[in-house]
């Protein structure tokens, strides 16, 4: 297992050069350069070609296309993520503020809808075709089906406005700091994130603990004069549970995805509303920082995934 | 004081799918003895696995069982009808894996990949004796030790795959047998294992039977099985018995075409490659449309008009009985 554990974060290490050089290729291609960008273009119109000569010089973007990938490449390497070109503020110091935000939403959404929807799932499931299981697979299907921005409005309409349970947006109130002080502000934009996933990991939950039921091994249970509970439960359910972790897995980089969108929506202070704000003003340094740590934490999350089949599962073997 | 395990009595079990009934039982009567072996014959579809099902309470949702009786001879507590219990209720689930026990056809699919073959034997010490977790580990020990599985203390930390074909069917024995079961229906099994394995699993099986006094309801189609194992006999042809009783009057004067038919489809050895191996001609009616009178009339070479009557059982002796019109006649013949 640990073995299994040190030769994946050593893999990581490739597939993380690689997709650092195609994020710096794709922003490279990009028209214009930062000094277009930094200088506003009232200013730009009064410079003259030896002044922008002149920056560019300073800032190093005369040096090769590969020179310029390797200076950066070597400063995030030691921990140097640069600075925002819009404030100049230290990218580290940007990310160390919004990523417990961020991480916060995400890890709620994800335990919300593992939970969630295992539990309706196996309930769907276990009452196949009655109203119960009808009506979850409508609900499942409009889960899926409606994107999460729409039910995010209509969200902060109906609890936050006209009801006025909850808070529409931000993260915490001047004075509020404990946990459960915050608790009503991610409860609306926590739930909806995880809407989407709810429905697949439901849906998923269901086929798949139909599909244990009807084995035969459901069948020694039962002749072992099991109750019911304990054949469904711990009979049927752990073997169910195999491929739900797996789905689950796969669906982080959406949950990650859609973080960006309900962060906009409710005015979550995250790294997702942060990278909206980075991409429209074009600070690639931000972007780029951006972009790389999310593509660091979906490859941390299928490690994750893999240890935990072999876990749940002797079937599977790492190596 | 009775001798029998358990009798069953004009059992009919119907299937209901797609508004239509499927008469998967159609009148079956049978007892087994204490400590005795019945084999159960016939071909893929004749009802011996559904009658398996009715007595240990485990048919699909879509079926049930309209008439007829099962009842347990319990020692203890006089006479149980197990058609009257409720198919899932604490009373069934009680003599479940007690003292009625079942052993499945595929061993590879019939244990959980997930837990150990410890944990799974364990489960039915759990639910129908008052061991403590240790004892119970012990006991899951002495069990696989007498099922002749080595390292039994080793292997009952592992999970079933890596057991191999006979492995699993012993373990599978081992926890019907956990609880010293009265009744041990097992359902072909040794068809999903080679040959070799197949002789080692009955010979466990008979000797479970003399220590234990299990009686066993054996069902299998392999006429070559019975007459090594079997005490009594019930040959099942679409959903009937159509002949029964002990292995010698069985196989030694079958009465039935059918039974007849039946034994001599199968190969003897050591008659050479060019022997004669007749087939049954034709195939198994459609349940839906059964022939009227003899099940198997159209199949039959026998068969006269009258064959399309209906048609009761007779006694040849107090332990033979056949279900055909014409047997006093066929059996002139021989």
Request: aromatic content about 8%; hydrophobic content about 45%.
């Amino acid at each position: 297992m640990l073995t299994f554990i040190i030769r994946r974060l050593l893999i990581t290490i490739p597939m993380m050069l690689v997709i650092s050089f195609l994020v710096y290729l794709g922003l490279e291609l990009t028209p214009g350069d930062a000094v277009s960008h930094m200088i506003d273009p009232e200013a730009a119109a009064r410079m003259t070609e030896e002044q922008f000569a002149e920056m560019r010089e300073a800032l190093g973007l005369n040096k090769t296309f590969l020179e310029r990938y390797w200076i950066w490449l070597t400063n995030v390497v030691q921990g140097n993520f640069g600075h925002s070109l819009s404030g100049g503020v230290a990218i580290s110091t940007i990310v160390l503020d919004r990523l417990p935000a961020t991480l916060e939403l995400s890890v709620f959404a994800l335990v919300f809808s593992t939970l969630i929807g295992c539990v309706l799932g196996t309930l769907s499931a276990l009452r196949r075709g009655s109203g119960t299981d009808n009506a979850l697979t409508v609900v499942g299907m409009l889960g899926v089906s409606i994107p999460e921005f729409f039910f995010g409005l209509v969200a902060i309409l109906i609890f936050a406005l006209n009801l006025g349970w909850l808070p529409a947006g931000g993260r915490l109130l001047p004075g509020y700091e404990t946990f459960f002080d915050r608790l009503p502000h991610i409860v609306l934009p926590g739930i909806v994130l995880s809407l989407m996933m709810t429905a697949g990991v439901m849906r998923y939950a269901r086929s798949s603990m139909l599909d244990s039921l009807s084995r035969e091994f459901i069948r020694t249970a039962r002749a072992k004069g099991l109750p019911a509970w304990r054949i469904n439960l711990i009979h049927g359910f752990r073997v169910a549970l195999t491929p739900v972790v797996v789905l689950i897995g796969f669906r982080l980089p959406t949950l990650i995805g859609g973080s960006v969108i309900i962060e906009q929506v409710f005015q979550w202070p995250g790294i997702g509303s942060e990278f909206i704000g980075a991409v429209r003003g074009s600070d690639y340094p931000l972007v780029m920082m951006i972009a790389l740590l999310s593509v660091f934490a979906v490859l941390m999350a299928s490690l994750i995934v893999d240890v935990l089949t072999a876990l749940i599962d002797p079937r599977v073997r790492l190596g | 004081m009775t001798d029998l395990a358990l009798s069953v009595k004009d059992l009919q079990t119907f299937f209901y799918t797609n508004n239509r009934c499927n008469k998967a039982l159609n009148g079956v009567s049978f007892d087994i003895r204490k400590g005795k072996t019945l084999g159960i014959v016939g071909e893929s579809g004749c009802g011996k696995s559904v009658t398996a099902s009715s007595i240990m309470q485990l048919l699909p949702r879509l079926s049930r069982i309209e008439q007829g009786s099962i009842t347990y001879h319990s020692e203890t507590e006089g006479e149980i009808r197990i058609d009257q219990l409720e198919r899932d209720g604490a009373e069934m689930r009680r003599l479940r894996g007690d003292d009625i026990a079942m052993i499945f056809q595929d061993p590879m699919t019939a244990l959980n990949p997930v837990y150990t073959v410890g944990f799974q034997i364990a489960e039915a010490l759990q639910y129908h004796t008052d061991l403590s977790p240790k004892a119970r580990g012990e006991k899951v020990v002495d069990l696989l030790t007498d099922m002749g599985i080595p390292m039994p203390e080793k292997r009952a930390k592992e999970f079933p795959h890596n057991y191999s074909g006979g492995m699993r069917q012993r373990a599978m024995i081992a926890m019907a047998m956990s609880c010293a079961p009265k009744i041990l229906i097992a359902d072909e099994p040794t068809t999903a294992l080679d040959v070799t394995i197949q002789a080692q699993i009955f010979r466990l099986m008979n000797q479970l039977k003399e220590e234990h006094g299990t009686a066993i309801m054996l069902i299998t189609h392999d006429m070559g099985v019975i007459a090594e194992l079997a005490d009594d006999v019930a040959v099942m042809y679409m959903g009937n018995i159509v002949e029964a009783g002990t292995v010698d009057e069985v196989l030694r004067t079958p009465r039935h075409p059918y039974t007849r038919a039946l034994l001599d489809s199968v190969p003897v050895l050591g008659r050479g490659k060019d022997q004669d191996i007749k087939s049954i001609r034709g195939a198994t009616p459609d349940p839906y449309e059964r022939p009227p009178g003899c099940q198997f009339e159209p199949r039959c070479d026998y068969a006269t008009a009258a064959c399309q009557q209906p048609q009761s059982e007779d006694y040849i002796t107090d332990t033979h009985r056949v279900m055909c019109h014409r047997y006093k006649e066929i059996f002139d013949n021989v």
